[in-house]
T-cell receptor, first 115, second 113 residues
């Protein structure tokens, strides 16, 4: 399966600031996704990153708070804007390759703490 | 939205014991996926199931896609300390995009050497 690299692996940020998380894949993939995993919780889909167009956001997540870019088939970024302590979570990138349904594979995540 | 009920929430077992966990859905799923997440890492895909009734093994792990398409189970035989972690079931469901995954709340497995 594809090798997925996320940067940074962890960060501690101040309230009110923004952080951009990068997801790099070693091969071209059809689908890229961003998830949030709050402490001790399961994974919740934030949005589907669409190449060359605006991301598709799930209910409860908005572009102003979580702007996403996907300039090509191997790279995407997620920005967490105007952070508050409630944004302290693990943010995970996942990819699905090929045509037809393929299972998603995940990066190791970005552990974000907001002070 | 679709919901997955995963049980048990946690398990504490002795090394060598067998483990069973399951997942049920309020709606039909076309695919069942089982992931394991180790501390500090992202979820790793263990087994993917695509057909109702399908039984698939991966080493000591065995998973089945329920005939009703609303449930799945994962068994681990002869557990070892490295089996420790959180196990998640997930599926894309039958509505909307086939790629959007819904996750269960996870089963935390602790293995006592």
């Amino acid at each position: 399966s594809a090798v997925i690299s996320q940067k940074p692996s962890r960060d501690i940020c101040q309230r009110g600031t923004s952080l951009t998380i990068q997801c790099q894949v070693d091969s071209q993939v059809t689908m890229m996704f961003w998830y949030r995993q709050q402490p001790g919780q399961s994974l919740t889909l934030i949005a589907t990153a669409n190449q060359g167009s605006e991301a598709t956001y799930e209910s409860g997540f908005v572009i102003d708070k979580f702007p996403i870019s996907r300039p090509n088939l191997t790279f995407s970024t997620l920005t967490v804007s105007n952070m508050s302590p409630e944004d302290s979570s693990i943010y995970l990138c996942s990819v699905a390759a090929g045509t037809g349904y393929q299972p998603q594979h995940f990066g190791d995540g970005t552990r974000l703490s907001i002070l | 939205g679709q919901q997955l009920n995963q049980s048990p929430q946690s398990m504490f077992i002795q090394e060598g014991e067998d483990v069973s966990m399951n997942c049920t859905s309020s709606s039909i799923f076309n695919t069942w996926l089982w992931y394991k997440q180790d501390p500090g890492e992202g979820p790793v895909l263990l087994i993917a199931l695509y057909k109702a009734g399908e039984l698939t093994s991966n080493g000591r792990l065995t998973a089945q896609f329920g005939i009703t398409r609303k449930d799945s189970f994962l068994n681990i035989s002869a557990s070892i300390p490295s089996d420790v972690g959180i196990y998640f079931c997930a599926g894309p469901g039958s509505g909307g995009s086939n790629y959007k995954l819904t996750f269960g709340k996870g089963t935390l497995l602790t293995v006592n050497p």
